[in-house]
């Protein structure tokens, strides 16, 4: 399946974003998503994930209250609500593909290509 975010930008601390990914190839509804970020220079940190319903979510402590994750099996799309931001959000968001519900990125076969976030005042 082929995975294509969209919707990082910069924005000012206590601001909102919200991030979108489009799915190509496979059936959507059959895999579970997360989204993950990655600084330079760091390993890549497991933020949200949601199941091939909707029904189950997981969430990094990190965003915990402040991300929502959620789909539209419809259009074959995962969303990230990112709010009340800070500047330790700023990263590469990926969106990714699982067979499993899980927040570790070993765990997840499709990558989309990233999107970057930054917040900055």
């Known amino acids: 399946v082929q995975l294509i975010e969209s919707g990082g930008g910069s924005v000012q601390p206590g601001g909102s974003l919200r991030l979108s990914c489009a799915a190509f190839g496979q059936t959507f509804s059959s895999y579970d998503m997360g989204w993950f970020r990655q600084v330079p220079g760091r390993e890549r940190e497991f933020v949200a994930a949601i199941n091939w319903s909707g029904g189950r979510t997981l969430y990094s402590d990190s965003v915990k209250g402040r991300f929502i994750i959620s789909r539209d099996n419809r259009k074959d799309m995962v969303f990230l609500q990112m709010d009340r931001l800070k500047p330790e959000d700023t990263a590469v968001y990926y969106c990714?593909?699982?067979?499993?519900?899980?927040?570790?990125?070993?765990?997840?076969?499709?990558w989309g290509q990233g999107t970057q976030v930054t917040v900055s005042s």
């Open positions: 990714a593909a699982s067979t499993s519900l899980a927040s570790t990125e070993y765990d997840y076969d499709y």
